[in-house]
C-alpha cells in the first residue's frame, strides 16, 4: 500500500505525547496533526511534533482515517462516539469508557459502521509478560501485583479503573477462561476514590487469580506469579527480569532455579504498530472493543461488591 494512512492523537497529555511519537515512528502512517481540550497543550505538542494542532476533535474529521484517544476517561465516550460515526477507526486508551453501557454503544457502532475499535491494555505488548506467557501450561495460581506511589495523575478514578484494570485483562488473557466466583475487599487511604484491593477469583477452568493493587505504596512494583504443576514462573514485568523454579521428583532432589532476562521492547511502539497493522490489513484488534467492555464490566461489578461491604 503507497499511500499513507492518516493519523492523529487526541489528548496529548503526558500519555498522549508519547502516542503521538509512536505514531510518528510508524512508516505506514502520517501523523497528521494532535489535538487537545487545552489549545496551549496542543499547539506546544504540534510545534514539537512538527505537525498540526487542532482544538476541536470535529476538525480531524475528513483528515484523518484513525485515531488515539488518550484525553481523560470521561471523555472516552464522546470522542469515540463521534469518529466512529464518522468513519474513522479508534484506538482508545484504558478503560474503554466510564460506563458499561458507553463500552456497548461504541462496540455496536463501529461493529455497524465496519470500523477497528481497539483498546490500549498495553501490558499485552509487554515482552516479559509474554514470555511468560509462552511458558505457562495448565497454570494452578496466577497472582499479579501492580502497586505504585501516590500520584494525582489517574486518581480521578479509582485504582480498579487505574491499576486493576490491567490485570482483569490479563488474568482473563492468562488463564483463557472466565470467571465464577470472586472474593474482593479496598479501602480509599489519600483519595475520594478506592486506592487499594486485594482481588481473588475462581475461574471458569479452575485456576485461582489473585491481584492485589495500590497506588499508595511507598515502592512501585508489577509482577506476575504462575504456580503450576511441574514449576513456578515468576516475572518482574517492569525490570523484565524472569526466575523459574522446579523442585525435583524425589523428596532429597535439589530445587533448579533459572533466571534469565528478556530484552526491554517498547511496548507502547507495538501497541500503535498492531493498531494501524489491523487498520491496514482488516485484521481483529490485539485487544479488542470486546476485551475492554469485559474488563469494565467486571471493574463495575468488583466496585459495586466492595462499596456493599
Known amino acids: 500500500m503507497s499511500?499513507?494512512?492518516?493519523?492523529?492523537?487526541?489528548?496529548?497529555?503526558?500519555?498522549?505525547?508519547?502516542h503521538a511519537q509512536k505514531y510518528k515512528n510508524n512508516a505506514h502512517?502520517?501523523?497528521?496533526?494532535?489535538?487537545?481540550?487545552?489549545?496551549?497543550?496542543?499547539?506546544?505538542?504540534?510545534?514539537?511534533?512538527?505537525?498540526?494542532?487542532?482544538?476541536?476533535p470535529g476538525d480531524l474529521v475528513g483528515q484523518v482515517d484513525l485515531v488515539t484517544i488518550a484525553a481523560s476517561t470521561l471523555s472516552h465516550y464522546e470522542i469515540a462516539k463521534h469518529f466512529l460515526q464518522?468513519?474513522?477507526?479508534?484506538?482508545?486508551?484504558k478503560p474503554i469508557t466510564a460506563t458499561v453501557p458507553q463500552a456497548?454503544?461504541?462496540?455496536?457502532?463501529a461493529e455497524k459502521n465496519k470500523l477497528k475499535l481497539?483498546?490500549?491494555?498495553?501490558?499485552?505488548?509487554?515482552?516479559?509478560?509474554?514470555?511468560?506467557?509462552k511458558m505457562m501450561k495448565n497454570p494452578r495460581t496466577i497472582e499479579l501485583v501492580r502497586t505504585a506511589p501516590y500520584k494525582t495523575r489517574g486518581a480521578d478514578v479509582s485504582v480498579?479503573?487505574?491499576?486493576?484494570?490491567?490485570?482483569?485483562?490479563l488474568l482473563f488473557w492468562l488463564s483463557g477462561s472466565d470467571i465464577e466466583s470472586m472474593i474482593v475487599s479496598g479501602s480509599k487511604l489519600v483519595s475520594q476514590e478506592l486506592d487499594t484491593a486485594s482481588l481473588s477469583f475462581k475461574m471458569k477452568n479452575g485456576v485461582h487469580g489473585i491481584i492485589t493493587v495500590s497506588r499508595v505504596s511507598p515502592v512501585a512494583q508489577r509482577s506476575i506469579r504462575v504456580v503450576q504443576d511441574d514449576?513456578?514462573?515468576?516475572?518482574?514485568?517492569?525490570?523484565?527480569?524472569?526466575?523459574?523454579?522446579?523442585?525435583?521428583?524425589?523428596a532429597n532432589e535439589l530445587t533448579k532455579v533459572t533466571k534469565w532476562t528478556v530484552a526491554k521492547e517498547d511496548a507502547l511502539q507495538k501497541e500503535t504498530d498492531a493498531f494501524i497493522d489491523c487498520v491496514l490489513h482488516d485484521k481483529?484488534?490485539?485487544?479488542?472493543?470486546h476485551d475492554g467492555l469485559k474488563a469494565l464490566k467486571t471493574i463495575e461489578d468488583i466496585q459495586r461488591m466492595i462499596e456493599a461491604t
Not at 3 to 18: D, E, H, I, P, T
Not at 284 to 289: D, E, H, L, T
Open 104 to 109: 456497548e454503544e461504541l462496540i455496536a457502532l
Open 284 to 289: 481483529k484488534p490485539v485487544v479488542s472493543g
Open 231 to 250: 514449576c513456578t514462573l515468576f516475572a518482574q514485568t517492569g525490570v523484565h527480569e524472569l526466575e523459574k523454579v522446579e523442585v525435583g521428583p524425589g
Open 118 to 133: 481497539a483498546v490500549g491494555h498495553i501490558e499485552r505488548f509487554n515482552p516479559s509478560v509474554n514470555e511468560l506467557r
Open 160 to 169: 480498579l479503573h487505574d491499576l486493576a484494570i490491567h490485570d482483569l485483562d
Open 86 to 93: 464518522n468513519g474513522v477507526h479508534v484506538n482508545v486508551e
Open 3 to 18: 499511500k499513507k494512512l492518516r493519523g492523529a492523537v487526541v489528548g496529548v497529555g503526558y500519555l498522549g505525547n508519547f
Open 29 to 56: 502512517v502520517e501523523l497528521v496533526g494532535v489535538c487537545d481540550h487545552s489549545p496551549a497543550q496542543s499547539d506546544k505538542i504540534a510545534t514539537e511534533l512538527g505537525v498540526s494542532s487542532f482544538h476541536r
